[in-house]
């Protein structure tokens, strides 16, 4: 049994390839193959594979420029995402310094052009800011505010550039301007794109070999495509055309003739390709589940990246092809899921449902896995750690709690002013149908999540004390003044913007939503695991928690690991997993396939 959840974390994965626009045999993509999520380049005419990267901590953010010459990676400190970009060859070599003379930061998005230019986004503490690159010159800024924002796409002609911006200071909601670099040195608005208050905007790319740039708006409460002409100001408002349920998000065919769309909805996501002339949207067929990534080829195939619940990833494409495979055995399957609709206090509430298949009885021994972000969604999609739960007696259950994205922005904005309440709400709904409809044992309900979920499990152990039996949070929010005194400053701008100002402006909402406020009031047993250079939930609030649970005489216990918002290294995760089951074992006496001597 243990060997096949680890197997499950060990297997071989691959994210989807990307590839460059004039070179579209060489591609790009992250995989586990080393133990680590590194960077490996791929020749499809040769079918040779190398392993760009390799750091002690693993790789997360890389792109190849349009020629295909050369790969660009982001080079941070022991999983802190503070660092430079980086550059190579494709073929391989030494890296250097992508852009000299910019200081480290944290990433603010990234532009490549095929002549060797760039633009590169910079989030520090003093706000956000763009810089433009060519070869042989000194980088120039092109763009600074005090307010957050990101570098989003650049023509292929280099020209134009688009930006999303928060100058209106709202980070949730952000608003779009399309810059004109010109060679001399000068950057003018071409134009600008905002919504007003809560309405976000999201730039695409845009259209190949043009000036039109796609958009994701949510003027009718989900997201749905556009395409803006920044320098006409026309629009054409691709959603009423479409009129698919859902979240909607979009890219361009290579040839820009048609738009391949990935519907979300209720947790699972669907292709269609729209035909820009004649209007006509058709499906492309994938199986159910989860499309986590997808894209065109030039060929007119579609490449995207699958799984469910039950069955684990695989990079397919329309023409029913396995188009990259991972070296090593397959991830054993899991067992599929099963929806669940809860009348919550803010309206109707989605959650999936996963139960052991040996057999067993219910009720269960329950584990409510909450989702991070909180601007993120649980979904039909392959998870090594839920079926790690289910392999070991566990029935899972996980919440699209408000808060959530893929039901609409007014549920996405919902906890705003109540942060942390207004997902727990939802939480305890669900949790009291799972124990009212004989789901779940009530003595043995462990709230578990990492990130925003880490932080809603400590403040679900606090404001809702007999409501659980335990809790485990992984890299948590804890202390909510201090992890604001501590993080990103882009997490700064996007705290300030769910509650409506700083610690300082708002200190009462601060307190209402902070763990450590109710830390006294804390029975259940916890374990909490932290990362000692995390950028986002920082350790030093962590620690003011834990000392004060200490303080209390609350049973706890800690993981900490050396690297940042979790880790990229394959046998760092399975220890995760592995301390986290110890713990639900030993605190609630279950084994697998049932209670245990010891059990309550």
């Known amino acids: 049994m243990g060997e096949r959840w680890q197997d499950r974390f060990r297997a071989g994965r691959t994210g989807l390839p990307s590839w460059a626009r004039e070179a579209p045999d060489r ?12 960077i490996h380049t791929w020749d499809r005419g040769t079918g040779e594979q190398r392993q760009a990267t390799e750091r002690r901590h693993g790789t997360r953010l890389a792109a190849l420029d349009p020629t295909g010459e050369r790969v660009w990676w982001f080079d941070d400190t022991d999983g802190d995402e ?19 003379g910019l200081a480290p930061s944290y990433p603010g998005g990234l532009a490549l052009g095929a002549s060797g230019s760039a633009v590169v986004g910079r989030s520090t503490d003093d706000g956000f800011s763009a810089h433009a690159s060519v070869p042989g010159d000194p980088p120039r800024t092109v763009y600074a505010h005090r307010q957050e924002g990101r570098v989003a796409a650049l023509t292929d002609d280099e020209s134009l550039l688009a930006i999303a911006h928060s100058e209106h200071g709202d980070s949730r909601h952000m608003a779009v301007r399309v810059l004109r670099l010109h060679a001399g040195g000068d950057t003018g608005t071409v134009g600008d794109l905002w919504d007003g208050p809560g309405h976000d905007l999201t730039p695409v790319a845009f259209e190949p070999g043009g000036h039109r740039l796609l958009v994701l708006h949510e003027r009718r409460g989900t997201a749905e495509p556009l395409i803006w002409d920044p320098v006409t100001g026309t629009e054409l408002d691709i959603g009423p055309v479409l009129g698919l349920d859902g979240e909607l998000s979009a890219d361009w065919t290579p040839d820009g003739a048609r738009l391949l769309i990935t519907q979300e909805h209720r947790a699972r996501s669907r292709l269609h390709l729209h035909d820009l002339a004649t209007g006509a949207t058709e499906p492309v067929g994938t199986p159910r589940g989860l499309v986590s990534a997808a894209a065109a080829r030039p060929d007119g195939t579609v490449e995207y990246a699958w799984s ?3 069955l684990p990833p695989a990079i397919r494409d329309t023409a029913g092809r396995i188009v990259l495979a991972p070296p090593g055995v397959a991830a054993p399957p899991s067992v599929p899921v099963r929806d669940a609709v809860v009348d919550g206090p803010g309206g109707p509430v989605h959650a999936l449902v996963s139960v052991p298949g040996d057999g067993s009885a219910a009720p269960h021994p329950t584990v409510f896995v909450v989702h991070g972000g909180p601007q993120a969604q649980d979904l039909d999609s392959f998870r090594p750690d839920v079926a790690a739960w289910v392999d070991h007696g566990f029935a899972v259950v996980r919440v699209n709690y408000r808060g959530s994205t893929g039901y609409g922005s007014a549920w996405r904005d919902a906890l705003e002013g109540r942060v942390g309440l207004t997902e727990l709400e939802d939480i305890t709904a669900v949790r009291d149908w799972a124990v009212d409809t004989g789901l779940a044992d009530p003595g043995r309900l462990i709230l578990e999540g990492w990130s925003w979920g880490g932080y809603l499990t400590l403040l679900g152990l606090g404001v809702r004390p007999g409501g659980w039996s335990l809790g485990i949070a992984g890299v948590p929010i804890a202390d909510y003044v201090t992890a604001y005194a501590d993080e990103m400053e882009a997490l700064r701008a996007f705290d300030r913007s769910m509650f409506g100002g700083s610690p300082q402006e708002v200190p009462e909402l601060y307190r209402r939503s902070s763990p450590l406020t109710y830390a006294d009031r804390v029975t259940a047993p916890v374990l909490v695991l932290a990362g000692e250079n995390d950028p986002r939930c920082p350790i030093r609030q962590i ?41 639900a074992l030993r605190n609630t006496g279950t084994q697998a396939g049932g209670p245990s001597p010891r059990a309550v």
Do not use: C, I, K
């Open 308 to 310: 469910s619940s039950e």
């Open 543 to 583: 620690d003011t928690y834990l000392a004060r649970l200490t303080e209390l005489g609350v049973p706890h216990e800690v993981h900490r690991f050396d690297a940042g918002h979790g880790s990229f290294v394959v046998e760092e995760r399975v220890r995760h997993m592995a301390v986290e089951l110890d713990f």
């Open 27 to 38: 591609s790009l993509f992250r995989g586990n193959a080393s133990g680590t999520w590194e």
């Open 82 to 100: 503070f660092g430079v970009w980086r550059v190579q060859p494709f073929g391989g070599g030494p890296g250097r310094a992508a852009v000299p």
